[in-house]
């Protein structure tokens, strides 16, 4: 039983993270849900390609978004940590 009620507080623990983690920072959870929409638009609109090959298009698709996605996270980070981050500690210092 207490395995149980572990097992809960461990998920309620890793849904307040990942709520947490998207108001931090919501342009990922934009980023993924204009990825599956356009993903699931070139799926109805395949054409005359084979499946696999429409498959395989897909995939590389799929993996430069989340590439692109991962470049612009570490690039937004990276702003906020070495641009942000000192200007807030540069007004902090100053007297009033």
């Known amino acids: 039983l207490s395995s149980h009620s572990d097992c809960m507080s461990s998920y309620e623990e890793n849904e307040s993270k990942f709520l947490r983690k998207a108001k931090e920072n919501p342009f990922h ?3 993924l849900m204009t990825c599956f929409c356009v993903l699931l638009m070139k799926m109805k609109s395949r054409g005359d ?3 696999s090959v ?8 799929a993996q430069g978004f989340v590439v692109g996605a ?3 996270g ?4 990276m702003y ?4 942000l981050k000192p200007r807030e500690q540069q007004k ?3 007297p009033k």
């Open 29 to 31: 959870c934009c980023v």
């Open 74 to 77: 570490v690039l937004f980070s």
């Open 54 to 61: 429409h498959l395989i298009h897909m995939r590389v698709a």
């Open 80 to 83: 906020r940590e070495y641009y």
């Open 70 to 72: 991962m470049t612009v």
């Open 49 to 51: 390609t084979k499946m």
């Open 92 to 94: 902090a210092a100053e």
